[in-house]
């Protein structure tokens, strides 16, 4: 079956243990070996970067005329979680992760963040297996099929949030984990982002990151009404 996934996203690995890691959830690895190291959390790290180079390297060679700006929010929306759930249902990758019997009943095999961290996992496997050439075979397929020319799907609402307050002199913005709740495999992460040290908004995501973005939404929402 993992030689279907293969055919799919047009790669052999060399070595198909870093494919299996890339499909293995940390609900499953947790049931199964109780240790959620040998899930495809260290994969999804690695593969974020990777495709965040991958992206941006393409649209600072096919965009000359754009502004950093707008080539950051590009690249935000290309390596969204929409967008590579997207790409993880293109391939039919849900179809293939291991997951633990929880998320399995729950719809894991369909749900946005579990199918984009795996997207994530993907690449970098490939990255580890084959170089940077291999990743990239499997972004120019599926991630840089749709570039936002003009109107954004999902914004940067961190980038956009610094942008708007850089607007006056001397602001400071923090982000602060405040709470994390949920088993290991679906963890909810509590943000708050402070202007000069005043809490200006809470977000809630399924990672640090996703929970930054939302608190940032939340923060322009509140000072900045009509931005969002």
């Excluded at 590009?74 to 929409?82: H, S």
């Excluded at 249902?89 to 633990?100: A, M, P, T, V």
């Excluded at 679906?186 to 708050?192: A, R």
């Amino acid at each position: 079956m993992i030689k279907d996934l293969e055919t799919a996203i047009g790669y052999q690995f060399h070595n198909i243990s870093l494919l299996q890691n890339a499909l293995t959830h940390s609900s499953y690895a947790n049931e199964r070996w109780h240790n959620s190291l040998l899930s495809n959390e260290r994969l999804e790290f690695l593969g974020d970067s990777v495709l965040g180079m991958l992206v941006a390297e393409y649209l600072f060679r096919n965009f000359p005329d754009r502004p950093e700006g707008e080539l950051t929010r590009m690249r935000a929306d290309m390596v969204c979680e929409k967008t590579l759930a997207a790409a993880a249902n293109r391939i039919g990758l849900g179809d293939h992760l291991l997951l633990g019997h929880g998320e399995e009943q729950g719809g894991g095999r369909s749900r946005d963040s579990i199918l984009a961290d795996a997207m994530e996992s993907v690449i970098a496997a490939s990255f580890l297996d084959g170089g940077i050439e291999a990743a990239l075979k499997i972004v120019q397929q599926f991630i840089l099929v749709e570039v936002p020319v003009t109107k954004l799907h999902n914004a940067d609402y961190k980038t956009m949030l610094q942008e708007l307050v850089q607007q006056k002199r001397n602001q400071s913005l923090s982000y602060a984990l405040v709470g994390e709740s949920g088993p290991d495999h679906d963890k909810q992460f509590q943000v708050e982002v402070s202007l000069n040290g005043t809490v200006v908004g809470k977000g809630t995501g399924r990672s640090k990151k996703r929970a930054e973005q939302d608190a940032a939404r939340a923060a322009i929402e509140k000072l900045f009404p009509g931005n969002v």
